[in-house]
């Protein structure tokens, strides 16, 4: 009775995603939306280890998720250990070993996949987790004088102080990217939050070294990780508005009348956001079509990235004029107005 069930819902399912797939497909098409396939391409050219240094690469790249994923990376072999003293016929036993045995082979893996890059191998990360809580509980469950609960305990003692150090730091890392942002954006710097969080962090942290219980230990840890939510929370606050582009589309909605459209090229795909926070309409003719935007009849605004400026100035296509460039952080968009083959070379304007 239920295998008619099962085959069911795995049509529904896949009619679903074939429905999705459509209507993505339809609005690219529609709107001229850029697909971006890097990604699928890299993905391809990577396949495989194709020289040395990419093997070594490779083989170094679960030394560095572990690494990434202290402490919580070392419920790996303490897990382990634990599993060893269990008895044979323990299901804990043979879970730990099955959750360890995933981990490690999803890192072999991506070695004969010739991953390098360490991101790429961030799926093991979470598994390391159970792993860890595991080691917790059943370190609970043990004799106090047995040496891993012993060793748990002081590891507690470890965490505490590299939460901190990672709260400390991560503080000083929103405040620095907190005073880098655009002026523009009057983004002010929470000080009352990021001291609060501190001095909790502080406070927890030495009650987490001084208790000499395991599980109270282990709350203060927990707590540590939460209140480090807060500082990293800020300085990825402080990073978008920095590379948000707000402040560039608010002045591009200023110096445009009500309701003009901009047409646009790659800016599409690099700069959207710019757009989004101005509110404009806007015709985009795909990231590698500058040919036909600046052949498409008709006088119009457009806005343009450097390369796409510099690259009609020096170009024969028509003329730009009223430019204006809106700066950003690592970035100049250039809007202007654009007359196709109807303006002497001579008057175009540079600023």
Request: net charge positive; hydrophobic share 50%.
């Amino acid at each position: 009775m239920k295998k008619p069930w099962i085959w069911i819902g795995l049509v529904i399912g896949a009619a679903l995603f074939i429905a999705w797939l459509l209507a993505v497909y339809l609005r690219i098409q529609s709107e001229h939306l850029i697909v971006d396939r890097s990604g699928a391409q890299e993905a391809q050219q990577r396949m495989l280890v194709r020289s040395a240094s990419d093997v070594a690469r490779a083989l170094l790249v679960p030394i560095l998720v572990l690494i990434y994923a202290l402490p919580v990376s070392v419920g790996l072999p303490i897990a382990l250990g634990i599993a060893r003293l269990l008895p044979a016929s323990a299901q804990q036993r043979d879970r730990i070993r099955a959750i360890a045995l995933t981990i490690c082979a999803s890192l072999v893996i991506g070695i004969l996949a010739g991953i390098t890059n360490p991101r790429y191998s961030y799926v093991s990360m979470p598994l390391l987790a159970s792993l860890l809580g595991a080691a917790v509980v059943l370190s609970w469950e043990q004799d106090p004088t047995l040496p891993s609960r012993r060793l748990l305990s002081q590891g507690l003692k470890i965490c505490c102080v590299l939460w901190f150090v990672a709260h400390l730091v991560l503080t000083v890392m929103a405040v620095k990217k907190s005073a880098q942002v655009d002026p523009r954006e009057h983004l002010s710097t929470p000080w009352i939050v990021l001291v609060a969080a501190t001095a909790a962090s502080v406070s927890v942290g030495v009650m987490g070294l001084v208790v000499t219980d395991i599980r109270r230990r282990a709350w203060c840890v927990a707590l540590m990780i939460v209140l480090v939510g807060i500082p990293f929370a800020e300085m990825k606050n402080a990073e978008r508005t920095h590379f948000s582009g707000r402040a560039a589309g608010v002045e591009l909605r200023q110096l445009l009348p009500a309701d003009t459209q901009v047409s646009i090229a790659s800016l599409n795909r690099d700069l959207p956001q710019i757009f989004y926070y101005a509110g404009v309409p806007v015709k985009a003719f795909g990231e590698k079509r500058l040919a036909d935007l600046v052949t498409a009849p008709g006088n119009r605004w457009v806005a343009l990235s450097e390369d796409e400026y510099h690259t009609i100035f020096a170009g024969t296509w028509g003329a730009l004029s009223k430019v204006t460039p809106l700066k950003m952080v690592n970035d100049t968009v250039y809007l202007a107005w654009y007359e196709p083959r109807s303006v002497p070379t001579t008057d175009r304007v540079k600023p």
